[in-house]
């Protein structure tokens, strides 16, 4: 989560030069060229299934950092993230199906109306503007974490090593590349200095920390990986405080503690189910 967030701090200060999508795919790019030097997968030798199940994961992995992206243009990182977060937090209710987990859901859903501009219609006092666009695509991005968990699993059985997340990437980088062109990115500005920061945060936030996540997806169940993440919207918060200079109004800071209780009292309710 560490490796992560400072990565998407970094990618953030290459926004002013490459825009969203352009540091998306130098990101993306750079961790799928990285992958295949290192992962050397078999791509010749992949069945259809594999190429099935790793383009779905390519497809969710990708859309997910592209729309993450776009949200932190408009977005405080600890915000999007705590939107984002969203996703793995309704996988992890789901799988419950516990009644008991809608008081989870709802200090959840508290916590985005603290987030959103709708907390000055329940009347809870000054509000930092927070554009609806932004929070839409923070969204995208949650249901496109929700999907990548649940392509995850599957893929982290069907690939042997790192086969499964270095085919995936190259899958993600077509994806985010396709939609870089699609939104008219063009990268005339890219300097050695840019090209070396682009590919430490394709080392931070994509080849390390999937690289370990497809790991703990093997030994972990779905829940249980999906709710460890708990504090990472803290972490953001933190990242784009120190590295940004990103700070958060008293409501906001109380809307990612709202997700972050959310998160750990599924957990909680988890574990005592099975208890």
């Known amino acids: 989560m560490v ?111 603290l987030i959103t501009p709708l907390s000055q219609v329940f009347g809870l006092g000054a509000h930092t503007a927070v554009p609806w666009v932004g929070l839409g695509l923070a969204t995208m991005a949650a249901a496109c974490w929700a999907a990548y968990i649940i392509i995850g699993g599957r893929v982290s059985r069907l690939f042997e090593g790192m086969v499964g997340v270095s085919t995936g990437m190259l899958c993600a980088a077509v994806v985010v590349g396709t939609g870089a062109l699609l939104l008219g990115v063009q990268l005339p500005h890219l300097t050695p200095g840019l090209l070396l920061t682009g590919l430490l945060v394709a080392l931070l936030s994509s080849v390390i920390p999937y690289s370990l996540e497809m790991i703990a997806m093997r030994g972990l169940p779905r829940r249980v990986f999906s709710i460890l993440l708990s504090l990472e919207p803290a972490v953001a918060a933190l990242m784009g405080f120190t590295v940004l200079g990103e700070t958060l109004s008293l409501l906001q800071l109380l809307a990612i503690a709202c997700i972050i209780a959310a998160s750990a009292g599924a957990t909680w309710s988890g574990r005592t189910a099975k208890g």
């Open 3 to 113: 490796s992560l967030q400072f990565g998407a701090s970094l990618a953030k200060g290459l926004f002013p030069v490459l825009g969203a999508a352009g540091s998306t795919f130098i990101r993306v790019g750079f961790s799928a060229l990285i992958m295949l030097v290192v992962f050397k997968p078999p791509l010749q030798r992949l069945s259809a299934v594999q190429w099935r199940a790793a383009g779905l994961y390519g497809l969710a992995l990708g859309l997910m950092n592209l729309s993450f992206y776009l949200s932190i243009q408009t977005l405080p990182l600890g915000l999007a993230v705590a939107v984002e977060f969203l996703g793995p937090l309704a996988i992890a209710v789901w799988s419950s199906r516990r009644a008991a987990d809608l008081l989870w859901v709802a200090l959840a859903g508290l916590g985005v109306v």
